[in-house]
Structures are given as structure tokens and as C-alpha cells.
């Protein structure tokens, strides 16, 4: 069955960084679109991040310019690069197979002011 395990998350202050890994099985990776979405208390999953199998991506506006995505197909790992990271950043992170209903545990961001 399709497994994907994050990592990465934690405390961190504002303008700090964080990279999120996502490691992915049961699934033939290089094939598949990858996403990050993230979800803070009260509101709803929003994405984050996409990159699909010929590495194109794709941000949300709240995150362009200071997220980057990549993928790694020899690991079948894809990951989240955050810099400037902001209180408003703070939410569980999710790594998801883009239009497929697999998702990770999730992984607590949390930036302090």
C-alpha cells in the first residue's frame, strides 16, 4: 500500500528556515505529482506546493518566492524548503500524491514571533 512518511517540522523563530522531507513507497514515484498542503487551527487544507513528474511547480501566493519544492526520484522523497518563515506559516504540513487520496501523518510547523 502507498505509504508517505514526513519529517522535518518543529519550532522555529520568525525568519528562520525549515525543510520538510516526505518519503514516499507502494507507489511508482517518478510517475506521480507530489504535493505539500498544510492546515492551521481553524481553517481549512489549503496547498502549498506542487511539483509534478517533469519537476514543474506550482505555490501558493503566500509562499512564492520564500517555499521551494523539489523531488528527489532515486529516494522517491520529495521535500519542502522554507525560508523566512513567518507566524502565519504555522500548521500541520502534509505530503500528499497529487490527485490520489494518499496522504502522510502530517508534520507540526510551528514559527514563533
Known amino acids: 500500500q502507498v505509504q508517505l512518511v514526513e519529517s522535518g517540522g518543529g519550532l522555529v523563530q520568525a525568519g528562520g528556515s525549515l525543510r520538510l522531507s516526505c518519503a514516499a513507497s507502494?507507489?511508482?514515484?517518478?510517475?506521480?505529482?507530489m504535493a505539500w498542503y498544510r492546515q492551521a487551527p481553524g481553517k481549512q487544507r489549503e496547498l502549498v506546493a506542487l511539483i509534478t513528474g517533469g519537476f514543474t511547480t506550482t505555490y501558493a501566493d503566500s509562499v512564492k518566492g520564500r517555499f521551494t519544492i523539489s523531488r528527489d526520484n532515486y529516494k522517491n522523497s520529495v521535500y519542502l524548503h522554507m525560508n523566512s518563515l513567518k507566524p502565519e506559516d504555522t500548521a500541520v504540513y502534509y505530503c500528499?500524491?497529487?490527485?490520489?487520496?494518499?496522504w502522510g501523518q502530517g508534520t507540526q510547523v510551528t514559527v514563533s514571533s
Open positions: 500528499a500524491v497529487d490527485r490520489k487520496d494518499y
Open positions: 507502494g507507489l511508482i514515484f517518478r510517475l506521480n505529482s
